[in-house]
């Protein structure tokens, strides 16, 4: 049973992912090793590293695209590597994911990419679709004519918006996004910062996004896993991991020359 | 455990009160939009509006949307009605697609979608197909002119010339292509001397047969045949391979070099097609000769000195000639198709493949509107 009766149960204190002795390996070359990882439900919260870090394979990991070579995955409670294909598809359709380049269907409208996992869900009156369909593309910021335009006819930002849309389609309790911000100029950026933000703290979704941009990470994400050398080198507050004694993730703070004022001495604050 | 969507609707002299229960959420809208349809007025809801929520469990943005939508179509203004008794997550739930509906269902929610199929309309699809039908023609001599100056400029400029895209390209398309069309060719040698020997041997005229298969094939079976492997094999690869780099911005990085795209990747692919499909037409008449041998030795009782004596008499020069003339006509028409659906792939995914399955269908009709021009130029010529 996947309905709201099992979720109310199961959830509240369950951990939303959780990874355990996860081993990643392409051939010699070694991306994880031994990681351990939980998010919890209602975080907000970055995986970052450099690149070839493997943060989009863990990402991956966790959905269920890409098989690890060791470890257990959980995603909302289901073994992503070992459950029977039923549940796994239930669990998929409690989250919803952005890929980089908004991964939207290009035969289909914007409408039509964002009603494609109603449709499949089956379970949504007909007359109820349309404006469905309508309240998710406002709900990721998109302007109502945005609903008749081909992917082709769409700009970076509005392609990742629209990605959201789809991603929001069926009410997930966790959103996973690929770079949401890359690729796009600040001003947007900032924006679909503040979407991520607002889905978080108003409809209580938890969200895991992988990102390089340090001002998404400064402004939004309440946790920073920081993915080096195949493990977990950090994990906590932006604003402390900022004060980090390691040189490699202060770097990450550090090479921002018009930063804003950070909240990085400890003296004056606490 | 209730998960039910439940509404309860008490119209007063004060006004109305919605008292919601159970679970408003996207798993138990079918039944909701049941239950709201049942228990409010299809119109005239009596103002002010009270939606009560403390026994409600919980709501989704879709529950909110199917609750606002329904007070709306009977006669409530929902920046009117009034909340009470809801939790804060609920509260912001509904407040957050309230202040939504103006794009969801009001006004502002323009353009019709496209959910359901669109409808189709018989003239103008007519009309769409005949205008692109003529653009792709009109393009398609336009890309013929480009590409034979490009081979002018080889000519007269044969330093210009890429030898190893050329032999790379060579060893793509014609090489690699001997064994699919040695197979190909061996079996239509063998099916065509098997059908005809039926007939031939009811007549006594077992013969013949060498004479019909060396003829048909080496004039026309052989150049088809090949033709049709070549436009399926290398064609649609020249479509996907240019398709690629133009996708990947790579033939704009050979522009911005201060190259020509024509002389760069057109021409080697050109030119190694012109010269490698006479080769495989070469090798397919060998070819398919042996495979009906193989079956007239089995068959009709000629064995292979038979055969072979037979064919210096039937297969004169000329017809041989005649199927490798053919053969550069049809690959450059194939090169030309497959090299411009490549260079004309646009930027959504969509495009490769439609442009690669457009490339074969177009060499394939292509090339046996040639041969039937080349049917007419070769009866007047009487050859």
Redesign the interface.
């Known amino acids: 049973m996947s309905?709201?009766?099992f979720r109310?149960a199961a959830s509240s204190d369950e951990p939303v992912v959780a990874i355990d002795s996860l081993h990643t390996r392409f051939g010699a070359q070694v991306v994880h090793e031994g990681l351990d990882l939980r998010v919890r439900r209602g975080e907000l919260v970055a995986l970052v590293g450099g690149s070839g870090s493997g943060k989009s394979v863990l990402l991956r990991e966790i959905i269920g695209l890409h098989r690890p070579s060791e470890g257990r995955v959980r995603l909302l409670g289901t073994d992503v590597w070992s459950a029977p294909q039923d549940e796994l598809e239930a669990a998929r359709r409690r989250i919803g994911v952005l890929f980089q380049d908004g991964a939207l269907f290009?035969?289909l409208?914007v409408?039509?990419n964002v009603?494609t996992p109603m449709r499949e869900?089956g379970?949504?009156?007909q007359?109820?679709?349309?404006?469905?369909?309508?309240?998710r593309?406002?709900?990721a910021g998109l302007p109502?004519?945005a609903?008749?335009k081909?992917?082709?006819e769409l700009s970076g930002g509005m392609r990742k918006r629209a990605g959201i849309a789809r991603a929001l389609a069926?009410?997930p309790e966790v959103l996973f996004l690929d770079e949401p911000t890359s690729g796009l100029d600040p001003v947007t950026a900032r924006e679909l910062d503040a979407l991520l933000a607002s889905l978080n703290r108003?409809?209580?979704i938890t969200i895991v996004l992988v990102t390089h941009d340090i001002d998404t990470i400064l402004t939004i994400t309440q946790r920073m896993i920081v993915l080096r050398d195949g493990r977990i080198a950090a994990d906590g507050a932006p604003a402390e991991l900022a004060r980090s004694d390691d040189e490699w993730i202060r770097g990450w703070f550090d090479g921002r020359r018009m930063a804003p004022p950070l909240p990085r001495s400890a003296s004056d604050g606490a | 455990?209730s998960?039910s969507a439940v509404c309860r609707y008490e119209q007063t002299d004060a006004g109305s009160r919605l008292r919601l229960s159970g679970?408003w959420?996207?798993?138990?809208?079918?039944e909701l939009?049941d239950s709201l349809l049942g228990c409010l007025p299809q119109s005239g809801i009596g103002a002010p509006v009270v939606v009560d929520g403390s026994a409600l469990e919980?709501i989704?943005?879709?529950g909110a949307?199917?609750l606002w939508?329904r007070l709306e179509s009977a006669g409530a203004e929902p920046n009117e009605v009034e909340l009470a008794g809801f939790g804060d997550?609920q509260r912001?739930?509904l407040d957050?697609?309230r202040a939504?509906l103006d794009?969801?269902?009001g006004s502002?929610?323009?353009?019709?979608?496209?959910?359901d199929a669109p409808a189709v309309d018989p003239l103008r699809m007519v009309g769409e197909g005949a205008v692109s039908l003529w653009r792709l023609v009109v393009g398609n001599v336009e890309w013929l002119g480009r590409v034979v100056t490009a081979l002018a400029q080889t000519v007269l400029l044969p330093q210009r010339l890429r030898p190893r895209e050329l032999f790379a390209q060579l060893s793509q398309v014609c090489v690699a292509a001997i064994p699919v069309v040695a197979l190909v060719s061996f079996l239509i040698g063998l099916v065509v001397a098997y059908l005809l020997g039926l007939q031939a041997t009811q007549y006594g005229a077992n013969i013949f047969v060498v004479d019909g298969v060396a003829l048909g094939l080496a004039r026309e079976f052989s150049p088809l045949i090949v033709a049709v492997i070549l436009a399926g094999r290398s064609g649609s690869a020249f479509a996907a391979q240019l398709g690629t780099m133009n996708i990947t911005e790579e033939i704009d990085a050979i522009r911005t070099l201060g190259l020509s795209v024509e002389q760069v990747l057109v021409v080697p692919r050109v030119l190694a097609l012109v010269v490698a499909m006479p080769l495989l037409v070469f090798v397919g008449d060998v070819v398919g000769l042996l495979g009906a041998m193989t079956i007239a030795d089995h068959m009709l009782d000629i064995g292979p000195g038979q055969f072979l004596e037979r064919l210096r008499y039937a297969l004169a020069p000329r017809h041989l000639v005649i199927g490798l003339v053919k053969a550069p006509v049809f690959a450059f028409a194939i090169a030309l198709i497959g090299c411009r659906m490549g260079m004309t792939v646009?930027?959504?995914?969509?495009s490769i493949g439609r442009n690669t399955t457009s490339t074969v269908v177009q060499a394939i009709v292509l090339v046996i509107v040639l041969d039937a021009l080349f049917a007419v130029l070769l009866q007047a010529l009487g050859l």
């Open positions: 309905g709201p009766a109310d290009s035969s409208d409408a039509g009603a869900y379970r949504i009156p007359p109820m679709i349309g404006p469905l369909v309508r309240l593309i406002s709900m109502p004519e609903a008749t081909m992917p082709a069926l009410e108003d409809l209580g | 455990m998960s679970v959420r996207l798993s138990t809208l079918a939009h919980e989704d943005t879709s949307l199917a939508q997550a912001a739930t957050l697609v939504r794009e969801v269902i502002r929610a323009v353009g019709r979608l496209a959910l646009s930027r959504d995914a969509r």
